[in-house]
């Protein structure tokens, strides 16, 4: 990774190639904005860090010529004239971060690090963004039954608009993705996803964490924080377990669905964002409403277009597409030869009710992959949790799974010689061939030559 560091102080340029001298990145100095220009243009740099005030071509001038070359380069400013009001005017120009002179090798290599790990995070995004918009169209990843076809059908219609949406399901039905869906569907899709739990954090944190807060606001705040709304700037927000907000929360969450404003902590103004909310729960808002825990206005505001996601078990026609998308993904990324799920595993997939929905499917075929040691998934190879099946279906579970792992083995050891397999099976090749069939194994597949059987 290299960092670019432009500053036409050569005394500031020793001093922070000090501070980072045993970082994990690359530094690279340039003397004013021209010449970092020309450095970006010729090798591959992941963060800039730039002065304000520098001969040629200064910091807002750059980062104007960043943004235009490629928006995904995080820029830090920094200079010793930093007001608040600096801060928000570069910030909603495109620079990351924003770093106010005397430098400290604290801050500094946290800010370093931080914008580091955007830069990343945003390389994620970039494939996730391709892969998501396919997600939107391909029926193959969210499922082909009726009730996943209405839900893609809301989606396509809603990521068309602005519009305020919860979404509703159990966990583990795919809340997030379907947020992700809505916004890479929408004419945001090149501007932020921002997601955050709100029931992960405290009241304090979260306040601070959504709205931003001003230095010195309570005992931590060391800098000016802009939050994760103005992270979302022109993109979308998801807040994730909405109906966990306390009221104080829920109150400016409000304020600013309303007035599309937001008053950081520890500051006396405000500061615009358009931003698109996107919400989703497992709870019935309707009855945290009677409860008083929720607020009917908020409701209203949110809940201009509701998305119910079903659960995995009202959708078992879908398993076996969702099963055989998660092969895929983890043979590649595990470079396990497992590339089928026998008809017999695939409908002992069915039969589970699925309690985790489908992120509890997704953790099954992830660890089945892992643990297989064959090409083809057998039902002896999935253990799904709940009450046995009788004694008679048991024992026939386990004389599979034997049965396959015998044939298996001796194909090995004969290098796919079915007739040599049998004989040492004590079996006739007609009564082997058949157990081969049944298993659906590729003798061929243990052969060293194309006719040893």
């Not at 019935?284 to 009677?290: E, S």
Request: glycine share 6%; aromatic share 8%; net charge negative.
């Amino acid at each position: 990774m290299k960092v670019l560091v432009a500053d036409d102080d050569p005394n500031t340029r020793y001093m922070i190639d000090v501070f980072c001298k045993d970082e994990p990145y690359e530094l690279v100095f340039a003397k004013n904005g021209k010449e970092a220009m020309d450095t970006i243009k010729k090798s591959d740099i992941n963060i800039v860090v730039s002065d304000i005030r520098m001969p040629e071509m200064g910091g807002e001038d750059l980062l104007d010529s960043i943004r235009s070359l490629n928006p995904e380069i995080p820029v830090i400013i920094m200079t010793s004239y930093g007001t608040i009001e600096n801060a928000v005017h570069f910030l909603r120009s495109g620079a990351y971060d924003y770093i106010t002179k005397p430098l400290t090798r604290e801050v500094f290599c946290h800010r370093i690090h931080r914008a580091l790990e955007s830069f990343r995070m945003s390389e994620e995004i970039s494939q996730l963004k391709t892969s998501l918009k396919l997600a939107v169209k391909s029926k193959e990843v969210v499922g082909n039954s009726l009730a996943m076809h209405e839900v893609m059908e809301k989606i396509s219609a809603v990521a068309q608009t602005d519009a305020s949406v919860v979404i509703y399901g159990e966990s583990g039905t795919g809340k997030e993705l379907a947020a992700k869906s809505i916004h890479y569907a929408s004419r945001r899709s090149e501007k932020p996803f921002v997601a955050i739990n709100c029931g992960a954090l405290p009241e304090t944190l979260l306040e601070s964490e959504l709205f931003g807060y001003k230095k010195g606001a309570f005992t931590d705040a060391t800098t000016d924080t802009p939050g994760l709304v103005l992270e979302a700037d022109s993109g979308s927000l998801f807040l994730d377990e909405i109906g966990e907000l306390t009221p104080k929360v829920q109150v400016k969450l409000l304020r600013f669905l309303q007035e599309k404003e937001i008053k950081p902590l520890g500051s006396t103004k405000t500061v615009q964002a358009n931003v698109r909310i996107i919400t989703a729960t497992n709870r019935d808002l309707k009855a945290a409403i009677a409860d008083g825990s929720f607020r009917e206005d908020l409701y209203y505001r949110l809940n201009i277009v509701p998305v119910t996601l079903p659960p995995l078990r009202d959708r078992k026609e879908d398993i076996p597409l969702l099963a055989n998308h998660f092969l895929r993904i983890f043979a590649t990324e595990f470079e396990k030869d497992v590339h089928e799920i026998s008809p017999l595993a695939l409908q002992k997939l069915v039969g589970y009710h699925w309690p985790g929905n489908v992120r509890e499917l997704e953790n099954k075929i992830q660890q089945t992959v892992v643990m297989s040691q064959h090409s083809v998934i057998q039902p002896g190879d999935i253990d799904t949790p709940g009450e046995m099946d009788t004694f008679k279906e048991e024992k026939k579970k386990i004389v599979s799974e034997f049965e396959y792992n015998y044939i298996t083995k001796l194909l090995s050891l004969h290098t796919g010689n079915i007739s040599q397999a049998a004989r040492a099976a004590g079996m006739d090749r007609k009564n082997f061939w058949q157990l081969i069939k049944k298993h659906e194994v590729e003798a061929k597949q243990y052969s060293k030559t194309d006719d040893s059987a």
